[in-house]
């Protein structure tokens, strides 16, 4: 007899388990880079770019993500993986929503493989998958030759539509039932993500998501609060 499928519970990272985002994130990179002119250039580059990250990111995530990681030109691989850990202490860890470890800890005792699908770059995330547990991830990965970034990130480009296809190839790979497992983010880019599981959750939903998420019934969870009031399917 076959085994059952099985299920899988699918995160997205910024504004979903933490409150910061790619762009604070960045910018800590910046701050400490070896030069202190050059760590002041990029810091001071990166807050002058601001508002055309967000006109980007509300225009489309995938064209957002394609323009951010330009500004990872020239940065050095070994210095981005040296900084990854302070980054996690200090930027990171503190912007933990109070009820996101409570979350990943349901879901892994009731039996679902936890997945970080993130447009976040994998330097970054590792530090934080090993905070939550999450032993499986899919992220984008930045381009480096001699060690040194590109400003490219490898294909495929985790974000938007792309996110659900990776998703759909992941369940197909690992015998995952979708329509048994659940989906985590905050933001309507992640629409098709959440609508590729059979129990999208709308997570720290932003005023956008939310309204869809009420239009189709889904369930809406604020982790601003330990205490989570939320039935698994």
Known sequence: MSAKPQKAAFYDLDGTLLSCNLVSTYAYYARNDRSLLRSAFLFARVLLYVPVFIALDLYSRTLFN???????????????????????????????????EELVRRTRAEGFRNVLVTGAHDITVRPIALHFGIEELICNRLEFKSHVATGRVLDPLVAESEKARIIRDYAEREGIDLTRSCAFSDSTSDIPMLAVSGYPVATNPTRRLRRFAEQRGWTILDLSQKELALALP
């Open 66 to 100: 394609q323009v951010f990681f330009r500004i990872y030109k020239g940065m050095q691989r070994d210095r981005l993986i040296g900084l990854a850990d302070d980054l996690f202490e200090v930027t990171l860890k503190p912007s933990i929503y109070p009820g996101a």
